[in-house]
């Protein structure tokens, strides 16, 4: 199946420190890394390492760190249609500590992305059979994106993050939301999660973190718990759990194994200091 991702690039300026300051104060961080992020590029990245057939669409600013943001989707060798926006690229600011994580992000030239760039995408890409996003991206063109796909009868999995409330009409249109339980809150108002699973018949999926994954196992909700790992950092394992769900749909497993997939996937990236880095080991690990 041809799976086709639309959401965000971002450079991801990562530090270390061993609390957050407190307000007007100043303290020392331990270290810094500047990496490749965004989810949309994130979940590209992992799901074309699991050597499915993906194309990424995405938007980077006239800034310095457009160039960047291009050249690393060219060097990981993903399909990908890269639009220029005025302006900067997307970035993202995210404080590590205690094995968690806290990310502010700055949409940049995300949320320059509009219906021509969509119209464009899809023309260039008639045979999409899945289509994938988030919400880091113009929410304007994400409504219109899913009414497209759905107008043509294209499967959707929406990753609702970050997390804000949607439009029931938007839930509808989705073939497979995948939230964690902050985005499950916002968008459905209660923090009953098994009541989300069940009241929406197996098109939501909720990660839990470290607990697991919850869905709904016939009439009833059921958690497929995540692996015993020593985590080096969390950020990215949401993308790349929906990269590796997509995988496993894609190839035509059923939700539970394409869940199991998801899991196995998400736990290699969290080995790993920043949210594309695992996916050389992911491909080692997928396609031996
Ligand atoms: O999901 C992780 C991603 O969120 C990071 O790469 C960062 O860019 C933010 O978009």
Redesign the pocket.
């Known amino acids: 199946m041809k799976i086709g991702i639309v959401g ?1 690039i ?3 300026v990562m530090y270390e420190v061993d609390r957050a300051p407190k307000q007007g104060e100043t303290i020392f961080g331990n270290k810094y890394n500047i ?5 949309g ?2 979940q590209a990245v992992i799901l074309n390492s699991l050597e499915d057939d993906v194309v990424f669409f995405g938007a980077v600013g006239t800034d310095i760190f457009g160039l960047q943001a291009r050249n690393n989707l060219i060097t990981k060798g993903l399909k990908s249609q890269v639009e220029s926006k005025d302006g900067n690229t ?3 600011i ?1 404080q590590l500590s205690n094995g968690d994580n806290e ?1 502010i ?1 700055f949409k940049g030239a995300n949320d320059k992305i509009n219906e021509e760039d969509i119209d464009m995408f899809f023309k260039k890409n008639p045979d999409l059979d899945i289509i994938v996003s988030q919400l ?1 991206i113009n929410l304007e063109s994400i409504k219109y994106l899913i009414d497209k796909a759905y107008n043509l009868g294209i499967k959707v999995i929406l990753n609702p ?2 997390a804000v409330s949607l439009n029931p009409d938007i839930v509808n249109k989705v073939t497979y939301l995948i939230p964690n339980e902050t985005e499950a809150e916002a968008i459905f108002k209660t923090n009953d999660l098994e009541q989300i699973v069940k009241e929406n018949k197996g098109k939501v999926i909720i990660t839990i973190g470290k607990q697991g994954v919850m869905y709904l196992d016939g009439i009833l909700p059921r958690i497929l718990p995540s692996e015993k790992i020593t985590v080096v950092d969390t ?5 790349s759990f929906v990269a590796g769900f997509t995988s496993g749909i894609a190839q035509g497993l059923e939700v539970k194994e394409a869940i199991e997939k998801g899991i196995r996937v998400a736990s290699i990236t969290c080995q790993y200091l ?3 880095t695992s996916y050389t080991k992911v491909k080692e690990v997928f396609n031996k």
């Open positions: 965000s971002n450079v991801d990496k490749n992020g965004g989810k590029a994130n997307g970035l993202a995210i990310i992000v880091e993050a970050p950020t990215g394992a949401g993308d920043g949210a594309q």
